[in-house]
């Protein structure tokens, strides 16, 4: 029987009939319109793509997606997204979260969906805010943050989403940007060869209960001096001039500039997303503007066995090993009779 050969597909393909409901201006838009080019680049049928999702405002894309999909309930999107994926290893299982939904009710499943390495693609739109629910503030809200549930500031320290990702023993993990389509298009590619949970963060604005939150790093005047787009095997270089980079100073990251102090492009650390020791990717995670620009790109990206990988090999070895081949073995094995 010859292989099945794959259709091509435009954007176009993956969107659905249903009316878009997010906010004019929200930053769910662009990163659906970003997935959707991604997709029909990936090389996978478009039946053979699951979208699951959990409660919030990023959980409606399932029904922007002309694709199987399924909206759960709040914080389950993992319990959902591994099981399809465990029961139909074949599909490309995109699983979309928001900050609310992935690490407060849903953090076990987080972390553990994480741990546990199902070859899924988890995208986490994180805008620092609860939008669904109308303006609470999140789990990543910024301290001294002002929200209808923190009216004199918030004063809980937020995660960093790569950190739970890397102290969850996590091999993927990128950055992106709501508006940096390009980038992310080039994320989910990388994401989806990934054999693994690939998780991607993207910082997105919310117009209504967070607006601007991240307009200070992507402000197009300022937009190079203050971001970094790292890529594997090449120096960690930035600016509108790309004359500014990362170099190790001891244990810590120093900003330079090329050419000045002694500093030359050789002094530029190389990334490296395939290195399994998380140390400098966790210092790349960490960077905040003013002191670093901060990363973006695919910050982590390391080979290791997918639990769907592991499964397989272990029921190969375990029916190898058994006795019992067929339902025959298991009704005639032990005591019998024969009835007369």
Known sequence: MGQIETKKYTPKDFKSDQEIRWCAGCGDTA?????????????????????????????????????????????????????????????????????????????????????????????????????????????????????????????????????????????????????????????????DAHKGTSVVEILQ???????????????????????????????????????KGLKLKGFDLEVVTIGENGNTIDDIIVHDAKNPDPSLHLKLINMQYPKYPVALGVIRDVDAPSYNDLMDESIKETVAKSKFKCLDDILYSGNTWEVK
């Open 31 to 191: 990163i659906l319109n970003s997935v959707q080019k991604a997709m029909a680049q990936l090389g996978h049928n478009k039946e053979d793509y699951a979208v699951i999702s959990g409660i919030g405002c990023s959980s409606r894309f399932p029904y922007y997606m002309n694709t199987y999909g399924f909206h759960g309930i709040h914080g389950r999107a993992g319990a959902l997204a591994s099981g399809v994926k465990i029961a139909n290893p074949k599909l490309s299982v995109w699983q979309i979260t928001g900050d609310g939904d992935a690490m407060a009710i849903g953090g076990n499943h987080f972390i553990h969906e994480i741990r546990r390495n199902i070859d899924v693609n988890l995208l986490l739109f994180n805008n620092e805010i609860y939008g669904l629910t109308k303006g609470q503030y999140s789990p990543t809200s910024k301290v001294g943050q002002v929200t209808k549930t923190s009216p004199y500031g918030n004063i809980d320290n937020p995660f960093n989403p790569g950190e739970l990702v890397i102290g969850s023993q996590g091999k993927f993990f990128a950055r992106g940007v709501d508006i940096l389509l390009n980038l992310n298009i080039d994320i989910f590619k990388l994401a």
């Open 205 to 243: 604005n919310c117009v209504i209960y967070n607006d601007g939150s991240f307009a200070h790093l992507t402000g197009k005047e300022f937009r190079e001096d203050r971001l970094i787009t790292l890529e594997h095997g090449k120096p960690m270089v930035f600016g509108a001039d790309k004359n």
